[in-house]
């Protein structure tokens, strides 16, 4: 079996010493963390997502299994960082209230710093008016919401309508699986990525 398989596989399985051994085990090879994170990390999470949804597994197997890709993802943290970059303005980034889905989000905001951006991760269950605040307190160019859940992506709009209420000059950009180009521009929001390197290239384009 491939390191990368390995790495895919006991991802799956939840043992996340057994995941920082083998990263740093395949960066000490020479593989790039952007390989380690596209073919080893995400496919192993995607395969993690068609068993939770055919029943096949349970919530706490597909918890711990995140916690192994965040264990996995954070040893990563600095090869996708660009070292000494001048900070190139600020993003407050969360999940959005009722949804505690944080891997994406994490990846998102790793992605941002990789491109000199201070971010201020507010974490999951954040609710319109944290992220407003923050927003405000912090002088923010950006507010980056996440959300997995058809459920919670509604909380979106909440947002928008709270940034526009107190005229916000932060720009508000969402994104998760269930987000797409059609419901951004249904809430209003000033823009959407499918991935966590575009959404760190969105948010860029957003400072001044
Ligand atoms: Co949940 N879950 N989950 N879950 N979970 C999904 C999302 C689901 C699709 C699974 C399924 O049925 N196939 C389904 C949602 C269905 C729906 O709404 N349509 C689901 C469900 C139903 C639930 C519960 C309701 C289950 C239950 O309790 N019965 C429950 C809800 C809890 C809550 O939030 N209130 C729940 C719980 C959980 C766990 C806690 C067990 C765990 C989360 C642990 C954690 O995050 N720390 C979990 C997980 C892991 C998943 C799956 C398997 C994987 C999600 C993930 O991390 N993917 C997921 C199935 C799936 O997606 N295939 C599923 C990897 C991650 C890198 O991708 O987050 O999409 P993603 O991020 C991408 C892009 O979307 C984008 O960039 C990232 C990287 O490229 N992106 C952004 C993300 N955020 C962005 C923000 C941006 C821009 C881009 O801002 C601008």
Request: with cysteine; glycine share 8%; aromatic share 4%.
């Amino acid at each position: 079996m491939s390191i990368l398989n390995e790495i895919s596989d006991a991802m799956q399985r939840g043992r996340a010493a057994s995941v920082k051994e083998l990263v740093n085990k395949a960066l000490s090879e020479g593989i790039s963390a952007k390989s380690i994170l596209e073919d080893a990390l995400l496919p192993g999470m995607d395969i993690i997502g068609v068993k939770f949804k055919n029943n096949h597994i349970y919530v706490p197997e597909v918890l711990i299994a995140a916690r192994a890709m965040n264990a996995g993802s954070e040893l990563l943290k600095p090869y996708l960082t660009e070292e000494g970059v001048e900070e190139k303005g600020t993003v407050i980034i969360g999940t959005v209230k009722g949804d505690l889905h944080d891997i994406g989000k994490n990846l998102v905001r790793m992605m941002m710093e990789g491109k000199g951006l201070k971010v201020i991760d507010l974490g999951v269950d954040v609710s319109a008016d944290k992220f407003v605040t923050a927003a405000s307190e912090n002088d923010a160019d950006v507010i980056a919401c996440s959300a997995l859940l058809t459920t919670t992506m509604n909380e979106m709009k909440n947002i928008v309508i709270k940034a526009k209420e107190v005229n916000l000059r932060a720009k508000v950009i969402v994104g998760g699986a269930p987000v797409t180009e059609s419901f951004r521009e249904s809430i209003g929001a000033d823009g959407y990525s499918q991935d966590a390197a575009t959404a760190a290239e969105l948010a860029l384009s957003f400072c001044n």
